[in-house]
């Protein structure tokens, strides 16, 4: 087994919200938000930059960039259960981005920018037109934003508490939105491996008590926990319990079984806490790897008092039971022959012999 460590630098901002000369990175976003009549959407938003030839994911290895941006994300409507997502295998980003003296990236038909402040976003996809302002300091996770997982380590923080307006599309229409967003930006200088397999949740807690839990590796397996109360005082530990309770759901797309309600006791500070999504169908699939990405409703108890909230849960390591070639086929007829679009099989098959 390769390992893969890295010494440490302090982190400093603005400067750590930028690009890093690093193998594999992420500026990932999600939101639970609601329209003034109560309905209830989440959303998420991530844009990677990874080294091809050296990240060691086979499909991306052959192709001819330095430096490969692309992006995924979602939105979903919790009371219908209606889901969209969409994945850019490559994205053309703007020569300005990453130059500027705050985060401002361009890309395809999306935008990230820190318009005013440190910390002050607006992020605009196909699917969402959003501004988002921290009113927290950043969760660096482990306390240093900097986590040694065994096999490798990776620098990593979150902005966990960003008030969030604007709109929303899902339908023909925008709808007008406010709830709160997370934000984590991760990076590290090891590819993906074998052991990248992990359960991950963000929890936002009606009190202001916002957490990062999860599991990461499948041999060696490291557990951990942070988190930020309203007056920015950051705990750790690695005394973490997370069980699965019952309810599964089985992919149609890909057969991969992802379990999705979770109990999770963290004894050092006496929290307790119950994790349902509020959508089961919430699949994400990106030429070999797939995994399960949706929004949560949270209860539970800290120090025996009552809480709730809401969050995100993120599943990675379920093993495909279909084969790929069956994967695309089946995507292509959902997505194109149930639409009547017959006439585009050439851009389908294009774009399934670039994840070859």
Same mark, same amino acid.
């Given at each position: 087994?390769?390992?893969?460590?890295?010494?440490?630098?302090?982190?400093?901002?603005?400067?750590?919200?930028?690009?890093?000369?690093?193998?594999?990175?992420?500026?990932?976003?999600?939101?639970?938000?609601?329209?003034?009549? %109560?309905?209830?959407?989440?959303?998420?938003?991530?844009? =990677?930059?990874? /080294?091809?030839?050296?990240?060691?994911?086979?499909?991306?290895?052959?192709?001819?960039?330095?430096?490969?941006?692309?992006?995924?994300?979602?939105?979903?409507?919790?009371?219908?259960?209606?889901?969209?997502?969409?994945?850019?295998?490559?994205?053309?980003?703007?020569?300005?981005?990453?130059?500027?003296?705050?985060?401002?990236?361009?890309?395809?038909?999306?935008?990230?920018?820190?318009?005013?402040?440190?910390?002050?976003?607006?992020?605009?996809?196909?699917?969402?037109?959003?501004?988002?302002?921290?009113?927290?300091?950043?969760?660096?996770?482990?306390?240093?934003?900097?986590?040694?997982?065994?096999?490798?380590?990776?620098?990593?923080?979150?902005?966990?508490?960003?008030?969030?307006?604007?709109?929303?599309?899902?339908?023909?229409?925008?709808?007008?939105?406010?709830?709160?967003?997370?934000?984590?930006?991760?990076?590290?200088?090891?590819?993906?491996?074998?052991?990248?397999?992990?359960?991950?949740?963000?929890?936002?807690?009606?009190?202001?008590?916002?957490?990062?839990?999860?599991?990461?590796?499948?041999?060696?397996?490291?557990?951990?926990?942070?988190?930020?109360?309203?007056?920015?005082?950051?705990?750790?530990?690695?005394?973490?319990?997370?069980?699965?309770?019952?309810?599964?759901?089985?992919?149609?797309?890909? %057969?991969?079984?992802?379990?999705?309600?979770?109990?999770?006791?963290?004894?050092?500070?006496?929290?307790?806490?119950?994790?349902?999504?509020?959508? /089961?169908?919430?699949?994400?699939?990106?030429?070999?790897?797939?995994?399960?990405?949706? %929004?949560?409703?949270?209860?539970?108890?800290?120090?025996?008092?009552?809480?709730?909230?809401?969050?995100?849960?993120?599943?990675?390591?379920?093993?495909?039971?279909?084969?790929?070639?069956?994967?695309?086929?089946?995507? =292509?007829?959902?997505?194109?022959?149930?639409?009547?679009?017959?006439?585009?099989?050439?851009?389908?098959?294009?774009?399934?012999?670039?994840?070859?």
């Amino acid at each position: 087994m390769s390992i893969y460590k890295e010494k440490f630098k302090p982190l400093k901002f603005p400067r750590d919200e930028q690009k890093h000369d690093h193998i594999i990175e992420w500026w990932y976003f999600n939101g639970n938000l609601r329209t003034k009549n %109560g309905q209830s959407f989440s959303y998420m938003h991530t844009l =990677f930059a990874t /080294k091809p030839k050296l990240v060691k994911i086979p499909f991306l290895q052959n192709i001819p960039l330095k430096t490969l941006y692309f992006s995924h994300y979602l939105l979903t409507d919790n009371n219908k259960h209606q889901f969209k997502e969409k994945i850019n295998p490559i994205c053309l980003v703007d020569a300005n981005s990453f130059t500027k003296p705050l985060l401002w990236v361009h890309y395809d038909n999306t935008c990230l920018i820190e318009e005013n402040n440190l910390f002050e976003y607006h992020l605009v996809n196909d699917f969402v037109d959003l501004r988002l302002k921290q009113i927290k300091k950043p969760l660096l996770v482990n306390k240093k934003g900097f986590l040694d997982l065994e096999v490798k380590t990776t620098y990593y923080y979150s902005l966990t508490h960003l008030e969030t307006s604007g709109l929303i599309k899902m339908g023909d229409g925008w709808q007008e939105v406010s709830g709160l967003s997370w934000m984590d930006h991760q990076w590290a200088q090891t590819p993906l491996t074998s052991d990248d397999k992990w359960t991950w949740f963000s929890v936002q807690l009606e009190n202001r008590l916002d957490l990062v839990i999860f599991i990461y590796g499948d041999e060696i397996k490291t557990y951990h926990a942070s988190l930020i109360d309203e007056r920015n005082k950051i705990s750790t530990t690695d005394n973490v319990l997370i069980r699965e309770t019952g309810k599964k759901f089985v992919s149609k797309q890909t %057969g991969a079984t992802y379990n999705l309600e979770y109990e999770i006791f963290l004894p050092d500070f006496n929290i307790n806490l119950e994790v349902n999504p509020y959508n /089961k169908n919430q699949e994400m699939i990106f030429g070999t790897i797939n995994y399960w990405e949706g %929004g949560v409703s949270i209860l539970g108890k800290i120090n025996g008092k009552k809480v709730r909230g809401r969050g995100f849960m993120e599943l990675v390591g379920s093993p495909m039971k279909k084969s790929l070639t069956n994967v695309y086929l089946q995507q =292509f007829k959902r997505d194109y022959l149930n639409k009547g679009l017959k006439l585009i099989s050439k851009e389908f098959l294009e774009k399934f012999r670039a994840y070859k």
